[in-house]
C-alpha cells in the first residue's frame, strides 16, 4: 500500500473523528477537576458543619436510611469517610410481591447528617435540561462519553475510539520523510525533503513549527508536530476509550489475547442464573470477615493494606465486595484491591490486586488512571486540561488543513478546465 492510500485513510479517518474528538478534548478539559468542580458546585447538597462530636456509626446510619425507605436495599457502604461529608446511600429497588416487579422509587439516594442520623434530602435524576449547577458537570459527562445520545452516543463514541487507535500510528507512520530514490531535480525548500541529509535529521522537522509562516503552514506544522509531541498520550486517550466504550466487544477480547488478562466481569464467578437479592450475612458481620480475609490475602501475596474504602454487595454474583487501599494501587486517593465472599457462607472467593499480578491488568489500570488524571496529583490534572485542548486544537487544523487543500485542489481544476476550453476553440 503506497504512502497516498495511508494519507487517504487518515484523512478520511479525521474527519469521521474531527466532531468527537473536539467534543471530548473540550469537555475533558473540565473533566480532569471533576470532583473539585463539583464539591464547590454541590457543597450544600455534600458537606454538613463541622462539629466536636464523633459521627455515628455508619451501619448504624444505613439502618436508619433503611428505615426511611422500606423499599430499597442499600447495596454499598463507604468505610472511608470525612468528619464534614454527608452520609450518602445509594437506593435500589426492592420488588414488589403483589406484582413481582421493582418497586419505583421517587429517589436514587437519600443523604443523612453523619453526626445525628438527620434525613437532609433526596437525590433523583434531574435529567440534562434544564442546566443547574447541580446537573452542568453530569451533562458535560454525558457529553464527553456519549454526546449525550444514551447508547447511540456510546457506539458512535466508541467507533470513533477505535478509529483513533488505528490512526494514531498511520499519523505517525505520516510524520516520516518521503524516501526519494533520486535527487528531486527542481531544488526544494530548505530542509524539506533533501536526499543529501539523513533520515533523522530530515524527520527532525516534524517535531518543529515554523514561524513566522503563512496560515496553512501554521496549521500544518502544529498539527504534525503537536501530534507527534504528545503521541503517546493520544495513544492512550484512544485506546482507553475505547476501553470505556467497546470494552466487551473490542478491549478486553483484544487484552485478553495479547496479555491474557481475566474478564473482569466473570471475576472472580460468572454471574448467578438468579439474583441472589439479599445476603444472608449481615452487613457488620460481612465487614469483620471482609477484614479478616483481606488481611490473610494481603499477607499472603505481600501487599500492605493502607485504609479501608467500601463494602458492597453484588446480588448477581452473590457475593461481598470489600475494597481497601493499599500499596498496589496506582494512587493513595484511589482504592482499586479487593477481595469477594460468598454472602451465605463467607467463603472466600477472589483478590484482586490492580497492578503487579497481571500485565493485562496492570496496563489496563494506568490506561484508565491516566485517562482519568487520578495519579500524580495536581501537575498531572493540569496537563491532562491542556491535553484536552490539544485533542480538539488537532481536530480543528486537521479539518483546516483539509479544507485549504480541498480548496486548492478545486481551483487547479478550474483553471486546467479553463485552459483546455481556450485550447479547444
Not at 94 to 119: F, I, M
Not at 219 to 228: I, P, S, V, Y
Request: charged content about 20%; glycine content about 6%.
Amino acid at each position: 500500500m503506497t504512502r497516498h492510500f495511508w494519507v487517504l485513510v487518515h484523512r478520511y479517518a479525521g474527519l469521521y473523528m474531527a466532531f468527537f474528538l473536539s467534543v471530548a478534548g473540550l469537555t475533558g478539559c473540565v473533566l480532569a477537576f471533576y470532583h473539585e468542580l463539583d464539591d464547590w458546585l454541590n457543597s450544600d447538597l455534600y458537606r454538613v458543619e463541622l462539629r466536636d462530636q464523633a459521627m455515628l456509626d455508619e451501619f448504624i446510619l444505613r439502618d436508619q436510611a433503611l428505615a426511611l425507605e422500606p423499599h430499597a436495599y442499600i447495596n454499598q457502604l463507604m468505610l472511608s469517610r470525612e468528619s464534614n461529608r454527608v452520609f450518602e446511600a445509594g437506593l435500589t429497588p426492592r420488588t414488589d410481591p403483589a406484582t413481582g416487579k421493582p418497586y419505583e422509587l421517587a429517589y436514587q439516594n437519600l443523604r443523612l447528617d453523619p453526626y445525628t442520623g438527620e434525613l437532609l434530602g433526596y437525590g433523583k435524576d434531574e435529567g440534562l435540561w434544564p442546566l443547574t449547577r447541580h446537573n452542568i458537570l453530569r451533562v458535560i459527562y454525558s457529553l464527553h462519553y456519549s454526546l449525550a445520545l444514551d447508547e447511540v452516543g456510546v457506539w458512535l463514541f466508541g467507533i470513533a475510539a477505535l478509529i483513533w487507535t488505528v490512526d494514531c500510528f498511520v499519523a505517525f507512520y505520516l510524520t516520516f520523510p518521503v524516501r526519494r530514490k533520486s535527487p528531486h531535480p527542481n531544488p526544494l525548500p530548505e530542509g524539506e525533503g533533501t536526499t543529501s541529509r539523513g533520515f533523522w535529521s530530515r524527520w527532525a522537522i516534524a517535531w518543529k513549527i515554523k514561524w513566522p509562516a503563512s496560515a496553512l503552514r501554521l496549521n500544518f506544522d502544529l498539527h504534525r508536530a503537536g501530534g507527534l509531541w504528545t503521541w503517546l498520550m493520544l495513544f492512550v486517550f484512544a485506546w482507553s476509550s475505547v476501553g470505556f466504550n467497546l470494552s466487551e466487544t473490542v478491549y478486553q477480547p483484544v487484552m485478553a489475547a495479547l496479555f491474557d488478562m481475566p474478564d473482569l466481569r466473570q471475576f472472580p464467578v460468572p454471574n448467578l442464573p438468579e439474583p441472589r437479592p439479599e445476603p444472608r450475612i449481615a452487613w457488620r458481620e460481612a465487614h469483620a470477615i471482609g477484614r479478616r480475609l483481606m488481611a490473610e490475602q494481603a499477607q499472603a501475596a505481600h501487599v500492605q493494606v493502607l485504609a479501608e474504602e467500601a463494602l458492597a454487595y453484588q446480588p448477581e454474583k452473590g457475593m461481598f465486595l470489600y475494597v481497601v487501599k493499599s500499596d498496589r494501587d496506582l494512587s493513595p486517593d484511589h482504592a482499586g484491591t479487593a477481595i469477594w465472599f460468598d454472602s451465605d457462607s463467607g467463603r472466600f472467593g477472589g483478590l484482586l490486586l490492580p497492578t503487579g499480578e497481571n500485565l493485562g491488568l496492570t496496563l489496563s489500570m494506568w490506561l484508565f488512571a491516566l485517562h482519568m488524571a487520578k495519579v500524580w496529583g495536581l501537575p498531572f490534572q493540569i496537563f491532562v486540561c491542556a491535553m484536552g485542548l490539544v485533542v480538539a486544537m488537532l481536530s480543528v487544523t486537521g479539518v483546516y488543513i483539509w479544507l485549504k487543500k480541498r480548496s486548492a485542489l478545486r481551483s487547479s481544476k478550474a483553471r486546467q478546465a479553463n485552459i483546455a476550453g481556450r485550447v479547444d476553440a
